[in-house]
């Protein structure tokens, strides 16, 4: 494969178009496993759908950045969510290593 064909855009897709036809020539659009809603001004983040390790790595990720910015509470809205026991483990970790005198709150 050249250079240009590996960094070739497929064309965008436009809003309200089907998705690309499956093999038996129906087009379906599947909802996100998860779905998080960061709001950084209130140092929080909301989650719909289902957790697994991968959206907790994210979610981990989002929550140092969140920290970084200088919110030294952080509260995880789980809401309906459904956690993945290995997912659950790895925020129970994040919260166990919080630096002194910060907080993840899992609600």
Do not use: I, K
Request: with cysteine; proline share 6%.
């Amino acid at each position: 494969m050249s250079r240009e064909e590996a960094h070739r855009r497929s064309p965008a897709r436009r809003p309200g178009t089907p998705a690309r036809p499956l093999l038996d020539g129906t087009s379906r659009a599947r909802a996100p496993l998860f779905t998080a809603r960061t709001d950084r001004a209130a140092g929080s983040v909301a989650l719909r759908g289902h957790l697994d390790r991968v959206g907790a790595e994210a979610l981990c990720r989002t929550v140092t950045a969140l920290r970084r910015l200088g919110h030294r509470q952080v509260v995880v809205r789980l809401g309906s969510a459904t956690v993945a026991d290995d997912a659950r483990a790895l925020l129970d970790d994040l919260a166990r290593r919080s630096p002194a005198g910060e907080r993840l709150l899992l609600r």
